[in-house]
């Protein structure tokens, strides 16, 4: 159980092209769900809180017109790197919380290259 | 200001050499202490959550330990199928269920 996937595993665009990233909880209702960022040989960085059907929390320094983040369903959430940069080039990687809030599942990472 | 730090940052043992990684926490309060695995190019595997000091945790060959101000992740006759890398977190009282995650230390088993 408590089974997290993330589509793509790997994308490659141009520069100034968006790009969206899904994270879904597989067998179990996600009800708050978390999106980091891991740059080579360092931790994960949170970027993001959202819970179901309200906004996004975002962490101080994280922009939230370049990361839109939604959150429509119990199972889905999305992170949309609009106008992306070769500095955005990053592992992405989400996580989810069901009834047991303070434990999250993660999924298994996007890696975004910007060119 | 809420820090994890772990250390070694890189550890290298023999198939069967037990040692321990040292996860040191600063927080106002704490709500939990996390411990997870991460094998490279994937995401964090959850391994152990403590919440109280003097809290222990078994699975196969891990251990975790939790005191007022560290954890720590006892490896027992390591197999090289453990070697990735460990990140420790925290979820401190009154910020949320965000995780705090310390830089991890990397594990290599030699056979």
């Known amino acids: 159980g408590a089974v997290v996937s993330q589509h793509p595993s790997w994308v490659i665009c141009k520069s100034g092209t968006s790009v969206k990233i899904e994270c879904r909880s597989l067998?179990?209702?996600?009800?708050?769900m978390f999106w980091y960022r891991q740059f080579p040989k360092q931790s994960l960085m949170l970027m993001a809180t959202?819970?179901?059907?309200?906004?996004?929390?975002?962490e101080q320094g994280v922009e939230k017109d370049k990361f839109l983040i939604n959150h429509a369903s119990l199972t889905l959430s999305t992170l949309t790197v609009t106008s992306a940069h070769p500095e955005d080039s990053s592992f992405y990687i989400c996580?989810?919380?069901?009834?047991?809030?303070?434990?999250?599942?993660f999924g298994p990472g996007t890696r975004l290259t910007v060119l | 200001e809420d820090q994890v730090t772990q250390s070694p940052e890189a550890l290298r043992l023999q198939e069967g050499e037990s040692s321990s990684l040292n996860c040191s926490y600063t927080?106002?309060?704490?709500?939990?202490l996390f411990w997870y695995r991460q094998d490279p190019g994937k995401g964090p595997e959850f391994l152990f959550t403590?919440?109280?000091a003097g809290e222990e945790k078994e699975k196969e060959r891990l251990k975790a330990t939790l005191t007022k101000k560290e954890s720590f992740l006892h490896i027992t006759a390591p197999k090289p199928e453990d070697s990735a890398t460990y990140l420790c977190?925290?979820?401190?009282?009154?910020?949320?269920?965000?995780?705090?995650f310390g830089k991890g230390t990397s594990l290599l088993v030699t056979p």
């Open positions: 996580s989810a919380s069901g009834t047991s809030p303070d434990t999250q599942y």
């Open positions: 977190a925290v979820i401190p009282i009154n910020s949320g269920y965000a995780l705090n």
């Open positions: 403590l919440y109280s």
């Open positions: 959202s819970n179901e059907g309200s906004k996004a929390t975002y």
């Open positions: 927080v106002s309060g704490l709500r939990g």
């Open positions: 067998d179990f209702q996600a009800t708050t």
